[in-house]
């Protein structure tokens, strides 16, 4: 299972990178985008670990969508963003999809994996 955690670190470190780019104001204030750039880094190093077992379209699946809730939610929680109910709705239907992916797809790569 040392995948899904590679995974769940990619994520995390994405979402941290990405909740420092407006800081960064447009990557000219220095500390915010050092932290921009090493998040990502470490961000994309993990998650090519990750790809060693899980298939590519699963494995951006569940990253994409599970660092796009938790972006909105630092949003809400660290800069006031306000969120109405179809924004609401669509975190919700993106969070079912890769709840769906993971319990229910027989995806495999070419290698069978």
């Given at each position: 299972?040392?995948?899904w955690?590679?995974?769940?670190?990619?994520?995390?470190?994405?979402?941290?990178?990405?909740?420092f780019?407006?800081s960064?104001?447009?990557?000219?204030?220095?500390?915010?985008?050092?932290?921009?750039i090493?998040?990502?880094?470490?961000?994309f190093?993990?998650?090519?670990?990750?790809?060693?077992?899980i298939?590519?379209?699963?494995?951006?699946?569940?990253?994409a969508?599970?660092?796009?809730?938790?972006?909105?939610?630092a949003?809400?929680?660290?800069?006031?963003?306000k969120?109405?109910?179809?924004?609401?709705?669509?975190?919700?239907?993106?969070v079912?999809?890769v709840?769906v992916?993971?319990?229910?797809?027989?995806?495999?790569?070419?290698s069978?994996?």
């Amino acid at each position: 299972m040392s995948h899904w955690f590679y995974l769940s670190i990619a994520i995390v470190t994405e979402v941290i990178g990405t909740s420092f780019l407006k800081s960064s104001e447009g990557l000219t204030r220095l500390v915010p985008s050092a932290v921009v750039i090493v998040s990502y880094v470490i961000s994309f190093y993990f998650l090519s670990i990750s790809l060693k077992a899980i298939p590519v379209g699963i494995a951006y699946a569940v990253w994409a969508g599970a660092g796009t809730a938790l972006i909105v939610l630092a949003g809400y929680i660290f800069f006031g963003q306000k969120l109405d109910w179809p924004a609401i709705m669509g975190i919700c239907l993106i969070v079912a999809g890769v709840a769906v992916i993971n319990l229910f797809s027989k995806i495999t790569d070419a290698s069978g994996g």
